[in-house]
């Protein structure tokens, strides 16, 4: 674009010196003046006209426009299934799609979300639905999924969930035993649960249900009205401070 720019100057200038070159001479005949090319001068003043014009349209095209802020799409889910926390009856309800090795989910789980726990869920006033969404350039990420439900096949599911997050970028396997261990996971049960692939299934039902409602990213939420089966609300991506969360949940008291 900018080449065409360039060129559409050049060929502005171009006229411009040829719409000045000297007419006849002071008391012969007037005639049409033109270049070496035969072009006159009326020619060469339209030329421009039209030049200017094309560089103004070329112009507009690079110059960015304001785009308005579009609505965050809106969205429904059916919470069955999974870990939940917070009161089942709270007004307002927040899906959260998580990835453990995303360092954007670690700042969210450090900032945001102990803010939200305290004053919201807490409170009852809004209930918590974990969901997985491991990416695939995440060689961790999936394993570190199962883990945490292999660790609520023990009633450990939140404990480990805050362990994993908080170390996304030290996920490998032998990591995730010592962090199930010092939650006081039987050991044997686990491992068993990891090696058997146990909750793969479950895993893929929720990475399904996050490209359906167009969550690629991570985190990802959904955060509405609580319905009697699930939530009805607005998809909000990224790890947010604590006010944009805030400001959201208000929405739907």
């Not at 005949?29 to 560089?55: H, K, V, Y």
């Not at 954007?104 to 997985?132: L, Q």
């Amino acid at each position: 674009m900018k080449t065409l720019l360039f060129l559409c100057a050049a060929a502005v200038l171009a006229a411009q010196n040829t719409a000045r070159k000297p007419q006849s001479a002071p008391g012969s005949a007037p005639a049409p003046a033109r270049d070496s090319s035969g072009i006159t001068r009326e020619q060469a003043d339209e030329m421009i006209r039209e030049l200017r014009e094309i560089r103004r349209v070329l112009e507009r095209a690079t110059t960015p426009q304001r785009q308005e802020p579009q609505p965050d799409p809106k969205a429904k889910v059916t919470v069955s299934g999974g870990y939940t926390m917070g009161s089942p009856t709270a007004p307002v309800t927040i899906v959260e799609y998580m990835d453990y090795q995303c360092s954007f989910c670690r700042r969210y789980h450090m900032t945001s979300f102990p803010e939200i726990k305290k004053n919201f869920i807490d409170t009852g006033k809004v209930r918590f639905v974990a969901r997985d969404l491991p990416l695939d350039f995440h060689k961790n990420a999936f394993h570190a999924a199962e883990a945490a439900r292999c660790a609520g096949d023990q009633g450990k599911f939140w404990e480990l969930r805050g362990l994993l997050v908080s170390n996304a970028d030290k996920l490998e396997r032998g990591q995730v035993d010592g962090y199930a261990a010092s939650v006081g996971l039987d050991m044997g049960k686990f491992k068993g649960c990891m090696d058997g692939h146990t909750h793969k299934a479950a895993v893929n039902r929720d990475i399904a249900e996050a490209g359906a409602l167009n969550i690629n990213g991570t985190p990802g939420f959904v955060i509405g009205r609580t319905t009697p089966d699930g939530v009805d609300g607005t998809i909000l991506l990224g790890a947010h401070p604590y006010p944009a969360f805030e400001t959201r949940i208000r929405e739907y008291q």
